[in-house]
């Protein structure tokens, strides 16, 4: 999903008050955490997961994969947390046209 400049301001402003769903642990990203996530998205979708990791060359890796894995739209990265959106069946979030 393409999102333009204004709908990413959008849902990063309804991100600020949430607190991170998904919480990467020691084993790092796999199947379950993957599954979590992609869980999380489909109830809620935009979330924070917090990535505990200061190699940033490894954090970008876990980004770029929990992305592809999940079909979702990366709205911003803060330090360790990753926004994301997923757009569900529901439609919970409406997001403006232009």
């Known amino acids: 999903?393409?999102?333009?400049?204004?709908?990413?301001?959008?849902?990063?402003?309804?991100?600020?008050?949430?607190?991170?769903?998904?919480l990467l642990g020691s084993?790092?990203?796999t199947e379950a955490v993957i599954a979590?996530?992609?869980y999380a998205l489909n109830h809620h979708e935009l979330i924070k997961v917090k990535i505990p990791t200061d190699d940033r060359e490894v954090k970008q890796l876990i980004i770029e994969a929990i992305i592809r894995?999940?079909?979702?739209?990366?709205?911003?990265?803060?330090?360790?947390?990753?926004?994301?959106y997923r757009q569900s069946d529901e439609k919970k979030i409406a997001i403006p046209k232009l």
């Open 69 to 84: 894995e999940t079909n979702a739209t990366k709205v911003q990265t803060i330090g360790k947390t990753l926004v994301m």
């Open 27 to 29: 084993n790092g990203l």
């Open 36 to 38: 979590e996530i992609d």
């Open 1 to 22: 999903m393409n999102l333009n400049k204004k709908q990413i301001q959008y849902l990063k402003g309804m991100a600020h008050s949430l607190k991170p769903v998904v």
